[in-house]
């Protein structure tokens, strides 16, 4: 018997796919509309200072998985999964008021969970069940070259069959 277990990073890609069809968060040719840049990963510490903002980036969440078997192993043999992920949708904004970038973000927040809601299938990825964006934080990055940086994270869960 072979085991497929789902890809992450083909998740975390489709998730940008995505989020990239909805003019308001991203324009290929006009970064004066969304972000600046929709990517996988976070940058390291010293990679910070290059970025332009607002920025989003699709992350794995600390618990990234849970497993379980559906129905009983036969012949010793496993048979169906039921994977629970989480991935985190980690978006910042810097401006010269605190209260600017908090505008900014809760517009991102609202047009980015509405986003993933109408798409809850995720596409293109084979096995998916559904998808829902459960979970939302704000939090104060500080502040870099004189300006106000916050953030929001979506916590995504994804729902996904495996055989």
């Given at each position: 018997?072979?085991v ?9 890609k489709e ?5 990239k ?8 040719d ?5 972000f ?6 976070l940058?390291?510490?010293?990679q ?8 989003c980036?699709v992350?794995?969440?600390?618990s990234l998985?849970q ?5 009983n ?20 904004d ?6 600017e970038?908090?505008?900014s ?9 509405e ?6 299938k995720l596409n ?5 069940i559904?998808?829902?964006p459960?979970?939302?934080h704000s939090?104060?990055?500080g502040?870099?070259?004189?300006q106000?940086?916050?953030g929001?994270?979506?916590i ?8």
């Amino acid at each position: 018997m072979t085991v497929v277990e789902p890809d992450v990073d083909l998740i975390k890609k489709e998730i940008i796919t995505i989020l990239k069809t909805k003019d308001t968060l991203w324009k290929e040719d006009n970064h004066e509309v969304g972000f600046t840049a929709i990517e996988v990963g976070l940058p390291v510490e010293n990679q910070w200072k290059g970025l332009t903002y607002p920025i989003c980036f699709v992350a794995n969440d600390s618990s990234l998985e849970q497993d379980k078997i559906l129905g009983n192993p036969i012949n010793g043999e496993l048979r169906d999964s039921d994977h629970i992920f989480k991935f985190r949708i980690i978006f910042f904004d810097q401006g010269a008021t605190g209260q600017e970038v908090e505008k900014s973000l809760d517009d991102f927040y609202k047009i980015v969970k509405e986003t993933l809601k109408e798409n809850y299938k995720l596409n293109s990825v084979q096995g998916i069940i559904s998808s829902f964006p459960n979970t939302g934080h704000s939090f104060n990055f500080g502040e870099l070259e004189g300006q106000a940086i916050d953030g929001r994270v979506i916590i995504l869960t994804v729902r996904v069959a495996s055989t």
